[in-house]
């Protein structure tokens, strides 16, 4: 027997309500008992409550989380679908190709992620599949983990949940393990969403080099020489991006 397709869309937050009404804006009109929106607020914010807890088809958890992977896994273990989508507070969704990736999922073939691609919030700009090898980044595969892949609740059945040892690189972990251990995935075209730059996962950071080496000390292992090499780089990367961005700063402030 075919089990139905059913959505859990998942957005983790933190005191977002303008965010939360925005995204709660674009996706209300497809909330049913097969589509739920799940809200994982953590902050305690008076205007989230008031205004969501008695909506029809949102379920809303404001209970403390260590971060967003964290309020993901406590998502997905207290709740019930086939599938699901991360969507950020701070993102946007096409509900058309939303809709026409639901009827490839009731049509198709038993697929644990889906990958679509993602526009920049703000830009024409769209984010490609890499040309990269999968171990070193799985951009080849997944543009966007936020508004562009949609995720079969078989892939944590199998493979188990997200690592809370990360804050940014969790999903990609979590992708290439399945990947790379045999899951079923498709690619498309269409874009799905689009994907806001201005969080922590997107700016410059020691938080993004940390997270870098922490992702391929996993792949690769802590002694791997690549490693050793590739992290100075890393490094000044990140030097050069923050002092590119005070540059702009300053310079705006003189205009």
Same mark, same amino acid.
């Given at each position: 027997?075919?089990?139905?397709?059913?959505?859990?869309?998942?957005?983790?937050?933190?005191?977002?309500?303008?965010?939360?009404?925005?995204?709660?804006?674009?996706?209300?009109?497809?909330?049913?008992?097969?589509?739920?929106?799940?809200?994982?607020?953590?902050?305690?914010?008076?205007?989230?409550?008031?205004?969501?807890?008695?909506?029809?088809?949102?379920?809303?958890?404001?209970?403390?989380?260590?971060?967003?992977?964290?309020?993901?896994?406590?998502?997905?273990?207290?709740?019930?679908?086939?599938?699901?989508?991360?969507?950020?507070?701070?993102?946007?969704?096409?509900?058309?190709?939303?809709?026409?990736?639901?009827?490839?999922?009731?049509?198709?073939?038993?697929?644990?992620? /889906? !990958?679509?691609?993602?526009?920049?919030?703000?830009? *024409?700009?769209?984010?490609?599949? &890499?040309?990269?090898? +999968?171990?070193? %980044?799985?951009?080849?595969?997944?543009?966007?983990?936020?508004?562009?892949?949609?995720?079969?609740?078989?892939?944590?059945?199998?493979?188990?949940?997200?690592?809370?040892?990360?804050?940014?690189?969790?999903?990609?972990?979590?992708?290439?393990?399945?990947?790379?251990?045999?899951?079923?995935?498709?690619?498309?075209?269409?874009?799905?969403? /689009? !994907?806001?730059?201005?969080?922590?996962?997107?700016? *410059?950071?020691?938080?993004?080099? &940390?997270?870098?080496? +922490?992702?391929? %000390?996993?792949?690769?292992?802590?002694?791997?020489?690549?490693?050793?090499?590739?992290?100075?780089?890393?490094?000044?990367?990140?030097?050069?991006?923050?002092?590119?961005?005070?540059?702009?700063?300053?310079?705006?402030?003189?205009?």
């Amino acid at each position: 027997m075919i089990q139905p397709v059913t959505v859990l869309i998942i957005t983790p937050a933190h005191k977002a309500f303008d965010g939360l009404l925005k995204v709660y804006n674009e996706i209300h009109s497809v909330l049913c008992p097969e589509i739920i929106w799940y809200i994982k607020d953590s902050g305690q914010c008076n205007r989230t409550a008031e205004f969501f807890k008695n909506k029809e088809h949102i379920y809303l958890n404001m209970q403390p989380d260590q971060g967003i992977y964290d309020a993901i896994n406590i998502a997905l273990k207290s709740s019930q679908s086939s599938h699901y989508l991360v969507i950020g507070a701070d993102d946007s969704i096409q509900l058309d190709v939303f809709m026409v990736a639901l009827d490839r999922l009731k049509n198709g073939e038993e697929l644990m992620f /889906s !990958f679509y691609r993602v526009r920049l919030m703000g830009s *024409p700009d769209i984010i490609s599949y &890499r040309d990269l090898p +999968l171990q070193w %980044s799985n951009a080849s595969l997944m543009p966007s983990h936020s508004a562009g892949t949609i995720i079969s609740r078989s892939a944590h059945v199998r493979f188990g949940f997200y690592s809370t040892e990360f804050k940014i690189l969790g999903d990609a972990l979590f992708v290439l393990n399945a990947v790379c251990n045999g899951a079923k995935y498709s690619q498309y075209d269409d874009i799905l969403g /689009s !994907f806001e730059l201005g969080g922590i996962s997107s700016a *410059p950071s020691w938080l993004r080099v &940390r997270e870098w080496y +922490l992702y391929q %000390s996993k792949v690769f292992g802590k002694y791997n020489i690549a490693l050793w090499l590739f992290l100075p780089i890393k490094t000044v990367q990140f030097c050069f991006s923050a002092v590119s961005k005070k540059a702009s700063s300053v310079w705006k402030g003189f205009l």
